[in-house]
């Protein structure tokens, strides 16, 4: 199975042009491009999507998904990382080490993290793509995503191979 660790501001809600989220709380507008480009990349790969946002810690899941939906998200969801007080690259190290999925074709699982805060980097080695909250996931990123998603990454622990 492949899994996309996904966080929200800075990769679907990004900063507008006066210098401020497109919008405040649960109000939150995603910029229509990065719904597009995340879109993209599931119906590419088949992927579906862990939450790892700090949204976890806000709203429970059924709210995430309804608001994903109202915003064009295709329905992916399939969960979300634990709320422990450590990094974020702690939570989804937890969560891909209790859930074992069905490999796909390759015999492998996938997972890609997509986050614009380095704490979901840390303690593991997983593929990634920090994005910038300014732009959010761009089209630049789209087939990066694929190609990790798909492939996995060239080289085994160069994690700077991973790096987008």
């Not at 990004?14 to 405040?24: E, F, K, Q, T, V």
């Not at 939906?69 to 990094?87: E, L, Q, S, Y």
């Amino acid at each position: 199975m492949k899994i996309i660790f996904l966080d929200i501001d800075g990769v679907l809600v990004i900063r507008s042009p006066d210098g401020l989220s497109l919008a405040a709380g649960h109000n939150k507008r995603p910029h229509p491009e990065c719904i597009k480009n995340l879109n993209k990349i599931l119906i590419a790969t088949g992927a579906h999507v862990v939450i790892s946002s700090s949204w976890r810690l806000l709203f429970d899941l059924p709210y995430i998904r309804k608001w994903a939906a109202a915003n064009g998200i295709i329905d992916v969801i399939i969960g979300a990382t634990d709320t422990g007080r450590d990094r974020r690259g702690n939570q989804i190290r937890r969560w891909w080490a209790r859930h074992a999925y069905d490999k796909d074709a390759t015999g492998e699982d996938r997972l890609l993290i997509i986050d614009d805060d380095y704490d979901a980097f840390e303690g593991h080695n997983y593929p990634y793509i920090h994005t910038m909250f300014e732009t959010g996931l761009t089209a630049e990123h789209v087939d990066v995503a694929i190609n990790l998603l798909r492939l996995g990454p060239t080289h085994s622990g160069e994690i700077n191979a991973y790096k987008y």
